[in-house]
Every structure is written in structure tokens, then in C-alpha cells.
């Protein structure tokens, strides 16, 4: 788990186009297609219904429309406008406000002020509309303009924004010192990317040990606590964590991801926690479906069961 080859395997098999186009062809064209135990569908219709689940079963859930690394800045303008038309998609619908986004989506790698002007256009309409907007964390190149934008933006007087602390960097440590002391919110993970040990652990028990203090700092001190893993040490540790220090439940909640132990996110609800769950949508889904099988190698023998299946 979270095996440094085994991640940087899959991260080298996310940059092949032909893979892409394979995947892309029989990933979503069934109802019962391999991609789909992550991602909701291609469409925010698909989105909602899947919304419309999680909220049966008591949970909440952030909304994600995939998309990263956009190369010009027409592709994240129109990123920002499908953007655009979720929040009202969303908003009529009825739905939990909440929506996850990545900066590189809005144009980062092409240039920093126009990412910065599309997230503004997006908050413009997001705020009034009582919705909340988390910043995905992407990869260590990433994290000081990432926090560097969230704390301008905070400073500014945005308030429905949150940021995403990685435990697998040396430095989240401090960052999470510095954003708690702002009052912002932080989703806590381990970390998705493949990183260089020049700025991450190598060692698996390195970032679960960092998560655990992360965690312990986080819901003692942090402003709405997202602790977002499906480890069951760490969720257990933070259970006890809270009720040593008599932190209420609905002080933080627990995130997952669409498709990931639902199990122990319903057992998590009958137990009398929040849980939200991160449900992916959109056609760009094959870098974030590439990143949940380094995760889980297992996941591999899902995808071919079921490519024979699509082939049968
Ligand atoms: C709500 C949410 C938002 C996230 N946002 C970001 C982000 O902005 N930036 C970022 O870098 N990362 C993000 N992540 C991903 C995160 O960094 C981890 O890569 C991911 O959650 C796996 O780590 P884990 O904490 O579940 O622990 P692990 O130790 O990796 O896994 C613990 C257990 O969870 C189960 N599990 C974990 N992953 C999978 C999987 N893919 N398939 C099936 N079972 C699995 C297994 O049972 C495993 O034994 C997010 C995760 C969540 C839950």
C-alpha cells in the first residue's frame, strides 16, 4: 500500500496516450464499466444522482469536476465556464453546495494570474450562493503557489474557500500550523503523487505517523477538520483522539472516496459521524482513475475482471 514503486508505476502508465484511449473507450460505457466504481459518470446528471445516494445514506458530499493540467488558457476558461454551469446545475438541483477544484485545471501551468482571475469568477458566484469551495492539492511543485493563492484569497475576505494539507511532505507540518492559526479549513490526506524524497517520506509509516499528528492538531484546533482517509488506524485514532479531549462529533468530519469503503463509511454514520464523500465526475477522469490504482494495486484485478466481461 501506498508503495512508492507501485505508484510511480502507475503514474508513468498515466502519461500513455494509447492506455488513455483504451481506458477511455470501455472505462464508462456501461453502467457496470470499470471506471465507474470511482467515478460517478461523464455528466453532472450522473454526478447528482450519485449525490442523491450519498445523501440518502446520511452522508454529505463535495462534487469534483475532473480536470488538470490544462496546456493554453482557452482550455481552462472553458474549464471555468463548465465550472460556472455546475453551480447552477447544482444549485437547482437541490443538492449539498460543496465543490472540489484543482488550480492546474484553471490554467496554473500556463499562467498564474489568469488561474487566480477564473477561480475569482468561479467564487463571484459560488459565495452568494452558499456554496463551499475546496482547493484540491496537487503535486510538491504546486504547494507553495496553491497555499500562496488560498492565502490571498483568505486575506481578501473569501471565507467559503478550504485548502488540502498533504502528511507525506516534510513541510505540511508547518503549513498546517500556519492555516489553522488563519481559521481556515483543511482537508487532511496522505498524499496521492508520486514525490521525490527531497520533499516527502519515502516510508509509508512516516506518513501515516505524520498523518496521526496532523490529525490530532487538526481536530483539536482547526476550523471544521476534514480528516479525509480510509485507513481505519487513522480514523480510529482521531475517534479517540476526540472523545479524550471531549471534541463532539460534529466539530469534524470524516471525507472518502466515492467508490472507497463504503462500508466503513456507513458504519462511520451509525456511529454518529459526518461523513462527506468526494465524488468525481467528468470526461477527463483517466489521471485521477490512474492515481486510485496506484493506490491499491488489488484495483488492477477489478479492471481486468470486468474489461473481460466488457469483451465477452
Ligand atoms: C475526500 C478525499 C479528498 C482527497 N483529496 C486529495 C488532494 O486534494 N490531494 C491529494 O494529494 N490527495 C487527495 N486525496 C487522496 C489521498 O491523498 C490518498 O491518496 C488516498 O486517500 C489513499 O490514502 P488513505 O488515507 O486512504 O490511506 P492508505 O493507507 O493509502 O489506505 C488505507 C486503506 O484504505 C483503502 N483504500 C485506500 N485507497 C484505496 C483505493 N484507491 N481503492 C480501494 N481501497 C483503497 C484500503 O483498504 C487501504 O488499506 C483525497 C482523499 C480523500 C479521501
Given at each position: ?53 450519498v445523501?440518502?445514506r446520511g452522508m454529505t ?127 487532511l ?26 490529525a490530532?492538531?487538526l481536530v483539536?484546533?482547526?476550523?471544521s477538520p476534514a480528516i479525509a482517509t480510509h485507513d481505519p488506524?487513522m480514523i480510529e485514532l482521531t475517534r479517540t483522539y476526540a472523545r479524550?479531549?471531549?471534541i463532539p462529533a460534529d466539530r469534524f468530519e470524516f471525507q472518502m472516496?466515492?467508490?472507497?469503503r463504503r462500508d466503513l463509511q456507513s458504519a462511520l454514520v451509525r456511529d454518529g459521524y459526518h461523513v462527506r464523500v ?35
Amino acid at each position: 500500500m501506498l508503495d512508492t514503486a507501485s505508484k510511480a508505476f502507475f503514474h508513468t502508465l498515466a502519461r500513455s496516450r494509447a492506455l488513455k484511449r483504451l481506458a477511455s473507450r470501455y472505462g464508462m460505457r456501461r453502467p457496470t464499466s470499470f471506471a465507474r466504481r470511482f467515478i460517478a459518470g461523464e455528466t453532472i446528471q450522473e454526478a447528482i444522482e450519485a449525490a442523491r445516494v450519498v445523501e440518502t445514506r446520511g452522508m454529505t458530499e463535495t462534487l469534483d469536476l475532473l480536470g488538470e493540467s490544462v496546456t493554453n488558457l482557452e482550455e481552462a476558461e472553458a474549464a471555468t465556464r463548465a465550472y460556472l454551469r455546475v453551480l447552477e446545475t447544482v444549485t437547482a438541483s437541490g443538492i449539498g453546495r460543496n465543490l472540489s477544484l484543482k488550480l492546474t485545471q484553471l490554467g496554473l501551468d500556463v499562467d498564474k494570474a489568469s488561474a487566480v482571475d477564473n477561480l475569482r469568477k468561479i467564487l463571484e458566484r459560488a459565495e452568494p450562493a452558499g456554496f463551499f469551495v475546496r482547493i484540491d492539492m496537487e503535486n510538491s511543485p504546486y504547494t507553495d503557489v496553491t497555499l500562496e493563492i488560498f492565502e490571498t484569497l483568505w486575506q481578501q475576505g473569501h471565507r467559503q474557500i478550504g485548502v488540502v494539507l498533504q502528511s507525506a511532505l516534510y513541510r505540511s507540518e508547518n503549513d498546517l500550523r500556519r492555516v489553522v492559526a488563519l481559521g481556515a479549513r483543511v482537508r487532511l490526506v496522505k498524499g496521492a503523487y508520486q514525490e521525490p524524497k527531497a520533499v516527502a517520506y519515502a516510508r509509508k509509516a512516516d506518513v501515516d505517523a505524520a498523518y496521526a499528528r496532523m490529525a490530532k492538531t487538526l481536530v483539536l484546533d482547526g476550523t471544521s477538520p476534514a480528516i479525509a482517509t480510509h485507513d481505519p488506524k487513522m480514523i480510529e485514532l482521531t475517534r479517540t483522539y476526540a472523545r479524550e479531549h471531549n471534541i463532539p462529533a460534529d466539530r469534524f468530519e470524516f471525507q472518502m472516496l466515492f467508490g472507497v469503503r463504503r462500508d466503513l463509511q456507513s458504519a462511520l454514520v451509525r456511529d454518529g459521524y459526518h461523513v462527506r464523500v468526494y465524488i468525481p465526475f467528468g470526461r477527463e477522469w483517466f489521471p485521477y482513475f490512474m492515481r486510485r490504482l496506484g493506490e491499491r494495486p488489488a484495483n488492477v484485478m477489478f479492471v481486468i475482471r470486468s474489461l473481460l466481461r466488457e469483451s465477452a
